[in-house]
């Protein structure tokens, strides 16, 4: 999804900055005060990794599609038709390449709708809903990210739009990774190997010493290829085992962050 409408108002549109490797503006000063020791620390460690690598949908971002489905009930069509079209590689991916605006996005949903004999103002309504829907963090994930980030690197890696800056803002959660590695910035999707060599090089770590986090097994394939070590996410747990005493002591602090979640509005990915 592409709108980016907080509840309650509007999001804006951030241009992301040009990528460098782990941007200061992405570090934590009050997690590590130095990089150098903590890549020590790392190094010093018996664990398998010293970065994690983390997708962002369906992992820490979670969308709620309700309104959408209502509206394809309410049209006769079967539920999930919208974003069959929506998520079609040659309707996707120039978004998630920067190529194309989230309203040009729409508009090929539209298109995708009327080939289907949808009306157009219903056919909209559907590609809008979907663009607009509302999406939360989750706060265990968060959590487990953020004490994670006190052991080791953490790169958020995300076929993403342009406004994934600003999305991140809406929740709260500049401040969540090391570095974010998006595909619209990068012009590069997963699963293909080069944003994985992107991220890892973004973190200071080789490769074979990365953990990818990721809920499409074709991504989570595409990393173990690389040699990372990779992991399916299909609820917390799977991170929390993933990151072993990297995660110590998250569960308590995702009880204290229960007030932070904030609902906005995005695109599953």
Not at 6 to 13: K, M, S, V, Y
Not at 96 to 121: C, F, K, M, Q, S
Not at 155 to 164: D, K
Not at 168 to 174: C, M
């Amino acid at each position: 999804m592409c709108t980016r409408t907080a509840a309650g108002g509007h999001g804006t549109p951030a241009t992301p900055p040009a990528p460098s490797p782990v941007p200061a503006d992405r570090v934590a000063h009050s997690d590590r005060s130095d990089r150098s020791d903590h890549t020590v620390h790392a190094a010093r460690s018996d664990r398998a990794f010293d970065a994690v690598l983390c997708d962002l949908d369906n992992v820490v971002r979670f969308y709620d599609t309700a309104p959408l489905a209502a509206l394809e009930r309410a049209a006769g069509l079967p539920e999930g038709t919208t974003t069959d079209i929506a998520y079609a590689p040659e309707v996707d991916l120039p978004l998630l390449l920067g190529r194309i605006t989230p309203d040009a996005w729409v508009e090929a949903i539209v298109a995708g709708l009327a080939e289907r004999r949808v009306g157009g103002d219903r056919a909209r309504a559907l590609a809008r809903a979907l663009a607009d829907a509302p999406f939360r963090a989750d706060e265990e994930a968060v959590s487990l990210l953020r004490r994670a980030r006190t052991h080791v690197p953490v790169v958020l890696v995300t076929n993403a739009t342009l406004q994934l800056d600003a999305d991140l803002a809406l929740l709260g959660l500049s401040d969540l990774a090391d570095a974010v590695v998006s595909s619209a910035v990068e012009q590069v999707a997963k699963p293909d190997p080069a944003i994985y060599r992107i991220a890892a090089a973004r973190a200071g770590v080789p490769p074979a010493r990365c953990l990818f986090v990721d809920d499409r097994q074709e991504n989570v394939d595409a990393a173990t290829a690389l040699g990372m070590t990779g992991v399916l996410f299909r609820e917390p747990d799977d991170l929390l085992r993933a990151l072993g005493s990297c995660a110590e002591a998250a569960e308590e602090e995702a009880e204290a962050a229960t007030a932070g979640t904030r609902t906005t509005a995005a695109r599953p990915r």
